[in-house]
């Protein structure tokens, strides 16, 4: 089956600094889809990536899909107390439901 | 406008109890979804509807069964809940599978004694 790793587990930052977080598949993806999930909420859906190679921009949140589509990366420029909370990656491959990664917890400290 | 409400928000159940987990959406999507969440697991996906009247199995779907029997509503049920049954259960929907942005509601969380 899918197997969807993510890097870090978790990363404790100081508020200003940079984070990244990376999402590996092991086969070939159709989509990648990113969410967040704030402590004791629920996953919000934050940008999708269809496309090899593929760079989107949100404020931020730069977040890039592999040359390969079997990887993609979410990048967070300058964090702030509000980047607070779980990333999870979620990969499709062709026609299958997602399977998400297991996340990565971010802590800002201020 | 709700978009996604699930009931209960939490519950604790003896083991061997049956019990149902209730999600409703008004957005009119078609696909809707179950997860669970585990800690260090990520969410895994327990059972799917790509339409009304249509179910599918996830990644771990023993020990529970849903419905679909009309867009709005998607009951799952754990027919003789178990301890590792525990966990937060989250229902999303999409508007029409696959490919397409999941909502989520808020969760229940559940805990088996």
């Known amino acids: 089956g899918q197997q969807v790793m993510q890097i870090p587990q978790y990363q404790h930052v100081q508020e200003g600094e940079d984070f990244t977080t990376y999402c590996n598949s092991s086969t070939t993806l159709s989509n990648i889809q990113w969410y967040k999930q704030r402590p004791g909420g629920h996953p919000v859906f934050l940008i999708q990536?269809?496309?090899?190679?593929e760079v989107k921009k949100q404020k931020r949140l730069t977040f890039q899909f592999g040359e390969a589509k079997k990887n993609s990366s979410l990048h967070i420029t300058a964090t702030q107390t509000t980047d607070v909370g779980t990333y999870f990656c979620?990969?499709?491959?062709?026609?299958?439901?997602?399977?998400f990664g297991p996340g990565t917890r971010l802590s800002v400290l201020p | 406008i709700a978009g996604i409400t699930q009931a209960p928000t939490s519950q604790i159940l003896a083991a061997g109890r049956r019990m149902t987990l209730r999600c409703t959406q008004d957005?009119?999507?078609?696909?809707m979804y179950w997860y669970r969440q585990d800690l260090g697991l990520g969410l895994r996906l327990i059972h799917y509807?790509?339409?009304?009247?249509?179910?599918g199995k996830g990644e771990v779907p023993d020990g529970y069964s849903v419905s679909r029997a009309n867009t709005d509503d998607f009951p799952l049920t754990l027919a003789s809940a178990v301890p590792s049954q525990t966990s937060v259960y989250f229902c999303a929907s999409s508007p029409t599978g696959f490919t397409d942005t999941q909502y989520f509601g808020p969760g229940t969380r559940l805990t088996v004694l």
């Open positions: 957005m009119r999507h078609n696909a």
């Open positions: 990536l269809v496309k090899s190679g």
């Open positions: 509807s790509n339409t009304a009247g249509t179910t």
């Open positions: 979620a990969v499709s491959s062709y026609g299958q439901n997602f399977v």
